[in-house]
């Protein structure tokens, strides 16, 4: 029954609406809350050669890329092991090195995508071991991995990834943990991120919430045919799967960047009246995304801002705010997309589009 719509008009809002669930279920038996441990069954026989990796490659496409990205930032910043986020569409032609040591993880919610699996089987040959975050159970990328992690979303119907997603970047999460855990994280951080990560099914209710919000800011700027999304850290590919979402599925031209990058050019692009999605939430990098706020508003940009829950500064920098609940850093992506995704929606819906086959795009793109 999981693929009727029931109440929803859409599946890609019955499943960002499902996200909690999904996210309970992906951490259900692995985030050992009480314990204070990551277990992951799909993984330990391969325990020994992961502490031991020298580098991991994370790839795959469109919104699986981005979850890549930031599980970039996850290894590095969690289980400090020198890691790389490619497309793998661009990985398999580079002539890449794959030394002695290293993991590649070929992140999919089909486990069909071709790009993916042919950048798994090139980074096979070169000898890597081969790790697949996969939501498909025996897709054929599932098949052809070592070990790995089911991401056990439920099926995902709408062409625009959204749970699969949210999803992805948890069990990023839980493999940075059980890595680092096994060599430098004290037992302390990592139940810091445990309780971080197990916080987020119900935090995500409380962000579900802000979807009439959204809908009423998107209604605001729909007939603007050039957004911006800008963030910094763990957000910057944050920004980039929030533009992606809303060009594949409305139609509107849409880029996401690092924040600090529109001074290299990109703010050439911002005249009177255009929105520009700041993820602004509080961090190590709040004041420097604030300074780039307003650097934005003094040439006529609209700021709608992603802020933390209790933030009385931000409002004054931006002309809308949505508001989501404080946590760490790490964690913050998984709730700081869901408005994005809400925008998304909700844009399409108001410019008339078809939400869950959106012109031109498969669900999965089993072509290079
Ligand atoms: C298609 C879909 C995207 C998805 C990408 C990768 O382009 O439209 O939403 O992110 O494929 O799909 P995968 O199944 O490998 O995650």
Not at 64 to 75: P, R, S
Not at 122 to 131: D, I
Not at 195 to 201: E, N, Q, T
Not at 310 to 336: A, C, F, K, M, W
Request: include cysteine; glycine fraction near 8%; charge should be negative.
């Amino acid at each position: 029954e999981e693929y009727e719509l029931g109440d929803y008009e859409h599946y890609m809002l019955k499943e960002i609406f499902e996200q909690p669930n999904a996210l309970r279920n992906c951490l259900r038996g692995r985030a050992e809350q009480r314990e204070g441990r990551i277990v992951l069954g799909g993984l330990a026989d391969h325990a020994r050669d992961l502490v031991k990796a020298r580098r991991f490659i994370l790839t795959g496409q469109g919104t699986a890329w981005h979850a890549a990205l930031v599980g970039d930032y996850l290894m590095e910043d969690l289980a400090k092991v020198v890691t790389e986020a490619t497309y793998a569409s661009e990985f398999r032609y580079r002539n890449p090195i794959v030394e002695e040591g290293t993991v590649v993880v070929a992140i999919s919610q089909s486990g069909e995508t071709a790009d993916t699996l042919a950048a798994l089987r090139e980074a096979k040959e070169r000898g890597a071991m081969a790790l697949g975050l996969i939501n498909v159970v025996g897709s054929t990328i599932a098949r052809e991995t070592d070990a790995g992690i089911y991401l056990h979303a439920g099926p995902e119907i709408g062409v625009a990834s959204t749970k699969a997603f949210t999803c992805q970047l948890a069990a990023l999460t839980m493999l940075s943990v059980y890595v680092g855990r096994k060599k430098f994280m004290g037992q302390g951080q990592t139940q810091e991120v445990i309780d971080a990560l197990c916080a987020v099914p119900d935090q995500l209710d409380v962000v579900l919430k802000t979807s009439e919000q959204v809908r009423d800011i998107a209604a605001k700027f729909v007939d603007r045919e050039n957004w911006l999304f800008l963030g910094r850290g763990y957000h910057y590919p944050v920004a980039l799967e929030g533009a992606l979402k809303l060009k594949e599925i409305s139609y509107i031209h849409a880029e996401g960047m690092p924040a600090a990058e529109i001074k290299h050019g990109p703010i050439a692009l911002i005249n009177d009246g255009m929105p520009v999605v700041f993820i602004a939430t509080q961090g190590l990098q709040y004041d420097k995304v604030i300074s780039n706020i307003e650097v934005v508003r003094a040439r006529g940009g609209k700021i709608i801002a992603v802020a933390t829950e209790g933030d009385t500064n931000i409002g004054r920098y931006s002309d809308d705010v949505i508001y989501i609940p404080h946590t760490i850093e790490p964690i913050q992506p998984l709730l700081s997309v869901v408005p994005l995704q809400l925008m998304a929606y909700h844009a399409a819906v108001l410019r008339g589009c078809n939400v869950d086959k959106p012109r031109n795009l498969a669900k999965s793109v089993t072509v290079e």
